[in-house]
Nanobody, 123 residues
Framework: QLQLVESGGGLVQPGGSLRLSCAAS????????IGWFRQAPGKEREGVSC????????TYADAVKGRFTTSRDNAKNTVYLQMNNLLSEDTAVYYC????????????????WGQGTQVTVSL
């Protein structure tokens, strides 16, 4: 079993920045790739990024490339999502999820999910 807890969400103006954290606990958290997903009201959950077990590979959705960066500190069992130049369309609940050994191609492949943290980008 693995537990994931997100934090760092909040209200920010367009062009601002936030850093989300995903703290993992339980059995062998460092064996899992960690993905970030988001879901806006009335929309399907979409993938934002993923980071490999060792942190040497990352992938990003086109909508966030160049603005978001994911990283991990395995000593702290924590994954981060640095979000810069935020846009109103980034408003959503953000979730982190864990997939054993490698990044899954879709949310259905992830084994564990956090409870989510709200990010609102507005004046």
């Amino acid at each position: 079993q693995l537990q994931l807890v997100e934090s760092g969400g909040g209200l920010v103006q367009p062009g601002g920045s936030l850093r989300l954290s995903c703290a993992a606990s339980g059995v062998r958290p460092n064996y899992y790739a960690i993905g970030w997903f988001r879901q806006a009201p009335g929309k399907e959950r979409e993938g934002v990024s993923c980071i490999s077990v060792r942190g040497d590979r990352t992938t990003y959705a086109d909508a966030v490339k160049g603005r978001f960066t994911t990283s991990r500190d395995n000593a702290k069992n924590t994954v981060y999502l640095q979000m810069n130049n935020l846009l109103s369309e980034d408003t959503a609940v953000y979730y982190c999820a864990a997939d054993l050994y490698s990044c899954g191609s879709g949310p259905e492949e992830y084994d564990y999910w956090g409870q989510g943290t709200q990010v609102t980008v507005s004046l």
